[in-house]
T-cell receptor, first 112, second 110 residues
Framework: DADVTQTPRNRITKTGKRIMLECSQTKGHDRMYWYRQDPGLGLRLIYYSLDVKDINKGEISDGYSVSRQAQAKFSLSLESAIPNQTALYFC???????????FGPGTRLTVL | AQRVTQPEKLLSVFKGAPVELKCNYSYSGSPELFWYVQYSRQRLQLLLRHISRESIKGFTADLNKGETSFHLKKPFAQEEDSAMYYCAPRWYSSASKIIFGSGTRLSIRP
């Protein structure tokens, strides 16, 4: 399912660098989400956007920011990356009911 | 607080044996409940939702409101069931956000 794409797929960076992860979707969904996945912790919500003008913090938003450039695009930024932000990051979309979430392939980020 | 607990990080069973992946959620209204699955090298995807009362790939999940549980079951495990499984309730009071459990890795031994 290539309806939700993420770039880059892998990224290695150094502490203090600014990083942007991008998500694009062709499903026409208003809702978009950013999660991080850590072993033993499952998926945790970073930010979510109910539509282009509605952006909300999730449970672990500190150290992250987002931009919803269009219905189809939702970017996640790490202003100053730190090693404990090393994780697998997933973007997802859903219809307004939020019933089913459609996930991207993930971005593996390593902060040295 | 709205919480979901999957007590087993890893569950290993033999092929053909029954499988039960446990999920408990905190009582805070009546959430809608989902199970998501992530197979090796594939995207996380919806497996089933309780409101549909469906059986997908032989899996079923029964909502027990008294015990606030939504355990995932399959009578006879198959090797292709090996994957990471996430229980995911959604409370409408939380802007319909889905909260994912920590996940259970199911490993089916031949």
């Amino acid at each position: 399912d290539a309806d939700v794409t993420q770039t880059p797929r892998n990224r290695i960076t150094k502490t203090g660098k600014r990083i942007m992860l991008e998500c694009s979707q062709t499903k026409g969904h208003d809702r978009m989400y950013w999660y991080r996945q850590d072993p033993g912790l499952g998926l945790r919500l970073i930010y979510y956007s109910l539509d282009v003008k509605d952006i909300n913090k999730g449970e672990i938003s500190d150290g992250y920011s987002v931009s919803r450039q269009a219905q189809a695009k939702f970017s996640l930024s790490l202003e100053s990356a730190i090693p404990n932000q090393t994780a697998l990051y997933f973007c997802a979309t859903s219809e307004p009911t939020g019933d089913t979430q459609y996930f991207g392939p993930g971005t593996r980020l390593t902060v040295l | 607080a709205q919480r979901v607990t999957q007590p087993e990080k890893l569950l290993s069973v033999f092929k053909g044996a029954p499988v039960e992946l446990k999920c408990n959620y905190s009582y805070s209204g009546s959430p809608e409940l989902f199970w998501y699955v992530q197979y090796s090298r594939q995207r996380l995807q919806l497996l089933l939702r309780h409101i549909s009362r469906e059986s997908i790939k032989g899996f079923t999940a029964d909502l027990n409101k008294g015990e606030t549980s939504f355990h995932l079951k399959k009578p006879f495990a198959q090797e292709e069931d090996s994957a990471m499984y996430y229980c995911a309730p959604r409370w409408y009071s939380s802007a319909s956000k889905i909260i994912f459990g920590s996940g259970t890795r199911l490993s089916i031994r031949p």
